[in-house]
């Protein structure tokens, strides 16, 4: 086999289980046991598909500590939401935050964050399909999340969570697959939880780059003051 055959083949195998990480269901034993074996190739995999979801999600993150923000980077607390092995957090770390923590369903994955030494904190066995209550409410500036609002990985419901643990006029970024809001209905969570007085999209990048032919919509969303009969 030639160098370029042999480069197509890779490619072909990176896509093949990009594919099939879809396909999961939402289910978390499949879910982590699909990531445990996959973890040691993850990024080679999406590397070759030119990923370009974190890179985004956390220019985005330092856009709006820059805009809306009201302390310096290096101090505003940011949780890295289904952070696998870590691409999101060395972007922000590169950018200059220092208080990421992280968390992740998957043990293999969350150990590959670990390592990359720019979390403050990684959780691994953390289901963002269900309540997330080790996490107190309001304790982040911001909460990112790349490619984990995914066809066959965590459910819109979910914003409702990130938005708990994301402190009034904080922000969640979290980036959408093209395949996943077809199907999902993101933003009619969205919609929902602002009628719910949750949050309000500030921004949304519609069809940016993400992994290979994927495109993904970046949104920025604001998490509103309680009413006050709400903070009873
Ligand atoms: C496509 S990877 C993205 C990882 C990382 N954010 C990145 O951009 O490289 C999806 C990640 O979501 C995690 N995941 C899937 N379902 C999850 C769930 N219900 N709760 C928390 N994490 C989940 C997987 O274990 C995996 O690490």
Same mark, same amino acid.
């Given at each position: 086999m030639d160098t370029v055959d042999q480069h197509n083949a890779l490619r072909q195998a990176a896509q093949k289980r990009i594919k099939a990480s879809h396909a999961l269901g939402g289910d978390p034993d499949c879910l982590a046991q699909y990531y445990r074996e996959w973890a040691d190739s993850y990024e080679l995999d999406v590397d070759r598909e030119c990923y370009c979801g974190p890179s985004i999600v956390a220019e985005l993150a330092g856009a709006v500590q820059a805009a809306y923000i009201g302390r310096e980077r290096a101090a505003t607390a940011i949780l890295d939401a $289904?952070? $696998?092995? $870590?691409l999101v957090g060395i972007e922000l770390e590169h950018l200059g935050f220092r208080l990421i923590d992280g968390f992740d369903l998957s043990e293999a994955m969350a150990e590959m964050a670990r390592q990359t030494g720019v979390y403050r904190t990684v959780e691994d066995d953390v289901d963002l399909n269900r309540p997330i209550s080790d996490y107190s409410s309001a304790s982040y500036d911001m909460t990112v999340c790349c490619g984990i609002f995914t066809l066959g990985h965590?459910?819109?419901?979910a914003l409702r969570e990130l938005a708990r643990v994301t402190r009034p006029n904080g922000f969640v970024i979290a980036s959408t697959c093209k395949s996943y809001a077809g199907s999902m209905s993101f933003e009619d969570e969205v919609m929902c939880l602002q009628e719910a007085g949750v949050l309000t999209p500030e921004q949304c990048l519609n069809? $940016?780059?993400?992994l290979g032919e994927e495109d993904a919509d970046y949104w920025t969303l604001r998490v509103l003051e309680k009413p006050a009969k709400q903070r009873l």
């Open positions: $289904g952070c $696998g092995t $870590g965590v459910h819109p419901r069809d $940016g780059r993400f």
